[in-house]
């Protein structure tokens, strides 16, 4: 198929106020396609504000121009009360990667099931019709941070470079299949996404993986060996002469067999020389960087470009983040830390002796990860960490356990209540961390609102 075949496609597009489908529903309308469906469980009055907050980067007048173009894209939209009204007729539906988990969605995953429609994400409309360079990143930990180094290495090296993924969730995608061959897309792809990457059958022309371990079991009917199985769907499809790169410090990569042609890296590779950023000390930092380093260096990209990059490079927000210096106590936003092992290597990367930890929000079934807990304890205890405070749901799991362990560990009722219970037992010179270790849902929307607010409970503090 080509990308001029969907004019003549019935093509639905699910959740559409939000910044993927708002996308991907304004670049098929460029295309000249009159008969897009929206669909969207919000009603019509919610139905502009809903977009609004899923668009919170642009101001509100780029939001209200963008609106009302996405408005007259559709030749008809379903809200609430006659959401997904004529799904059957359609041959391919855009849905987000997380559809599956809203109950709204469930005819959708029987239609899927039963084969009777093809779904596909921003991934699969990459994958079927880009004609430039795809590159693909995936992993448990780490994917955005190596996505977002290769992006700032290849726009300093003047690259027409763009990025994808789940924190970049809008994308001018006709400007990017305007750059044609010469562009190149750095896409972070996760589970969710990879879900429907059997879809299309293919993949990016450099795959990278950082690492797998348990996280987001859930998606995957509570089996590990499943999620691995889909974490490597990024390479299943590739060609002779693509690359595959992947972390050989990795426990669970190293079991597996790669072929020949494989480039399997490390914190400690010869590149590593090239790092040159205090930001990227920590060893998972390091390792990222080597990666995005390997990546650039196969694109002929000169040692200078890198280093510059590299040099100017900032964590994003909530990944290992300097808040504030506040009376000789340094408050570090590591907020997007929603899975165990991120936290421990949070924990590795300050001094002993120094931290006040903050664990925070929710895990369904947390029991079931008792090893990954004790590995946990056993850091915070190797890090000699001074203090534990634990707020949202998973406290009445998580607060026992860290007791039994003899840790000084208190329970919070809210971030608000942690945060200020942190900053009263540290002193001068100590590390205040807010690295969760577990999803945002029950007081936050998403990992992205704990971090903001965070910050904002951190620059309040008098």
Do not use: C
Request: net charge positive; aromatic share 8%.
């Amino acid at each position: 198929m080509k990308l001029a075949d969907l004019k003549n496609k019935k093509i639905h597009l699910i959740g559409i106020s939000g910044a993927e489908s708002s996308s991907l529903a304004l670049f098929l309308a460029s295309l000249g396609i009159k008969n897009l469906i929206g669909h969207d469980f919000k009603t019509a009055a919610e139905f502009k504000r809903s977009f609004f907050n899923y668009h919170d980067n642009l101001n509100n007048s780029a939001k209200n121009a963008l609106f009302d173009k996405l408005k007259t894209s559709f030749k008809k939209i379903n809200f609430k009360n006659s959401y997904l009204a004529g799904i059957k007729e359609a041959e391919i539906i855009f849905a987000p990667a997380s559809y599956f988990r809203y109950p709204q969605n469930r005819p959708l995953v029987t239609l899927k099931a039963q084969g009777r429609v093809k779904i596909w994400n921003w991934y699969n409309l990459l994958l079927e019709f880009y004609p430039g360079l795809l590159i693909g990143v995936t992993g448990t930990a780490g994917k955005g941070t190596v996505t977002n180094l290769l992006y700032q290495i290849l726009k300093t090296a003047k690259k027409k470079v763009w990025l994808a993924g789940e924190s970049w969730h809008y994308l001018d995608l006709a400007r990017i299949f305007k750059t044609g061959q010469q562009g190149i897309v750095v896409a972070e792809v996760n589970n969710r996404t990879l879900l429907l990457a059997g879809e299309s059958k293919k993949s990016p022309s450099v795959a990278i993986i950082t690492n797998i371990f348990p996280h987001h079991l859930d998606d995957h009917h509570n089996s590990f060996a499943e999620y691995k199985k889909v974490k490597l769907e990024i390479r299943r499809y590739q060609k002779p002469g693509d690359l595959l790169i992947v972390n050989g410090q990795d426990p669970e990569i190293a079991k597996l067999a790669w072929p020949k042609k494989t480039i399997i890296y490390n914190s400690h590779n010869a590149q590593s020389k090239l790092i040159n950023n205090k930001n990227l000390i920590a060893e998972h930092l390091k390792s990222d960087a080597v990666a995005a380093i390997i990546v650039a260096k196969t694109l002929k990209i000169g040692n200078q470009a890198i280093s510059r990059a590299l040099g100017g490079f900032k964590p994003r927000s909530g990944r290992l983040e300097p808040i504030r210096n506040y009376q000789g106590i340094q408050f570090i936003n590591d907020g997007a830390a929603t899975r165990l092992k991120s936290t421990i290597e949070a924990l590795n990367s300050f001094p002993a002796g120094k931290i006040i930890l903050i664990l925070e929000g929710s895990r369904k079934a947390p029991e079931k990860m008792m090893a990954e807990y004790l590995k946990l304890i056993k850091a915070i205890k190797e890090r000699k960490v001074k203090a534990v405070i634990v707020s949202g749901r998973i406290r009445k799991f998580l607060l026992p356990l860290l007791l039994k362990a003899g840790l000084n560990a208190v329970p919070a009722a809210n971030l608000a209540g942690a945060t200020k219970q942190a900053s009263a037992k540290a002193k001068k010179n100590d590390i205040v961390l807010l690295s969760p270790a577990h999803e945002s849902f029950g007081e936050f929307a998403d990992y992205r609102a704990r971090s903001e607010k965070f910050k904002e409970l951190v620059n309040q503090l008098p």
